[in-house]
C-alpha cells in the first residue's frame, strides 16, 4: 500500500516521539556532549585527537570499557572526571537521573517522562516507577561508597591519599556499572594476587550486574519461596553461570604460561580464575593477559560476554533471563509440552518470541559485524571477533585488536557499542507493535531441522 502525504507525517511523528527512539536520541546527544568535553585542552594532554574523544565518550556512555588511548595517562583529572560522569550516567540511566532529579525538585513527572523511564528500565507498568528509582541510586551510592572505601586499603597506601582515594572511586565507580575502564594500561593485571582487589571488584559487577528489580525483591521478601520468577531465574542462572565459568577457566588455562600458569600459589591461581569468570558479565577489567589465552578460553569469555548480566542493570548482553527462557522453551519443545515452566510458575509463548527475537537480531549484528571489519582489516579473525562480541556485549575486554582498527572498524565497533547499550529498546518498540489480521490464510507445512 503506498503512503499518503498524510501518513508519512504521522509515521515520522510516530517514530520521533516513542520512547525507544527518543531514549537512543539522548543517549546520541549525551556522546556527542561528552566528546566536546573531552576534546578540551584541559582534560587531555594533547595526544587525544577528535576520534579518540568520540570513541572513548561512546565507551563510557554505553558502558563498555573499550579504548584507543590509555584512560590514565592521555586523560587528565578533569578528563578522567568526565569519562567517570559519563559512566554513572550510562549505567544509571540518563531518565533515571532526570526522574530523580525533578522527585528532589518536587516537580510532578509528567506521563512523557513515565514512558520514557518505563522503556529505559524495561518495565511494563508505572506503578512502581518512582520506587524502582530510589532504588537504583540508594543500591548506587552505597554499593559505590564501600567500593571505593574497601579499594582505598589498596590504593591510598600505594598512591597516597588523594591520588589513591580517587582511584578508588573511579574503579569503583567503573566496576559497579559494569564500565571496564581502568587507569592503568594493563587494566588491573598488577593485582592479579591481591585478595581485595579479587572481592571488591567482582563483588561489586555482581551487585550492578544483578539487577535492580532482583535486589529489591531480595530485599523485601528474604525467602527464596516468595521470590518471583524472574528473580528466582536470575539467581540460579547466574549461580551456574559463575561457577561454570570459574571451573572451565581454572581448568583451561591452568598450566597456560601467559595467564594461570605464571601464577606461583595456588590460591592467586584460583583468585585469577574467578575474577576472569566475573567479568566477561559484563565489566570488562582482566587480571590476566587476554591476548595470551587459549582458543578454547576465548570462546567461553566470547560466550559470558553475549549473554552478559541481568535486566534493569547495568551490565550488557541479551541477558541470563534471556538464556534460561531459550533453554526451557528448547526442553518443552522435546518433551512436547504446550506450556513453559519453571519453579511453579509458567509463561506464555510471546516471552518465548521476543526472546527468539532478540537471539536473532543479536546473532545478526555479531556476525553482519564480523563480516565488515574483516574485509577492512587482515588481523587474526579470533581478536576481531573477539572485540565484536565484546563491543555488542558492552563488555571492554580486548585483545589489542581495537586500537589497530582504521576508522571504519572504530565506526562498526561504536555502532556496536551503542546497539548493545539502546538496542533492546529499539527492538522493545518494535516488539510492542501489534496488529491484528484482517486476513486469515490457509495453514502450510514447512520441514524444519
Known sequence: MALTRRSVPALSRGLIHSPPATLAL????????????????????????????????????????????????????????VILVLIQLGGLGLMAFAVL???LLGVPVGIPHKLLLREELNQSGYGELKTIVWLVFWVAAISELLGTMF????????????????????????????????????????????PVVNLVIPALILTGGLGFIVLGDIAEERSWQRLTLHSKL?????AVLILLGWVLFAALEWRNPGTLGALHSTAAKLGAAWFQAISPRTAGFNTVDTAELHDSTVLLTMALMVIG?????????????TVCVLIIATVAFFRRETVMRAFGRSFGPEDVFKVMALATVSTMAIMAAMFAIS??????????????????????????????????GRTVVMLLMFLGRVGPLT??????????????????RVYLG
Not at 541481568?310 to 533471563?321: M, P, Q
Not at 585483545?399 to 582504521?406: I, K, N, P, S, Y
Open 26 to 81: 539522548l543517549y546520541l546527544n549525551c556522546i556527542l556532549l561528552g566528546a566536546l568535553l573531552l576534546k578540551l585542552p584541559v582534560c587531555h594532554d594533547g595526544s587525544v585527537s577528535w576520534a579518540d574523544a568520540i570513541f572513548t565518550s561512546v565507551s563510557a556512555v554505553t558502558v563498555t570499557g573499550l579504548s584507543v588511548v590509555d584512560t590514565g595517562s592521555a586523560f587528565t583529572f578533569a578528563g578522567q572526571a
Open 375 to 408: 574485509i577492512s582489516h587482515d588481523g587474526e579473525f579470533t581478536d576481531l571477533a573477539f572485540e565484536v562480541v565484546s563491543a555488542f556485549g558492552t563488555v571492554g575486554l580486548s585483545r589489542g585488536a581495537t586500537g589497530e582498527l582504521d576508522g571504519f
Open 234 to 238: 536470575m539467581l540460579t542462572g547466574s
Open 309 to 321: 548480566g541481568g535486566s534493569t542493570s547495568t551490565a550488557g548482553g541479551i541477558k541470563v533471563t
Open 151 to 194: 579499594l582505598s586499603v589498596v590504593f591510598v597506601p600505594e598512591f597516597g591519599l588523594g591520588e589513591g582515594l580517587w582511584m578508588a572511586l573511579f574503579h569503583s565507580v567503573s566496576a559497579f556499572n559494569n564500565a571496564g575502564f581502568a587507569l592503568f594500561p594493563d587494566s588491573l593485571s598488577r593485582y592479579v594476587a591481591d
Open 101 to 103: 532529579l525533578l522527585f
Open 427 to 444: 527492538l522493545g518498540f518494535f516488539l510492542a507493535t501489534r496488529s491484528q489480521p484482517r486476513v486469515r490464510y490457509p495453514r502450510g
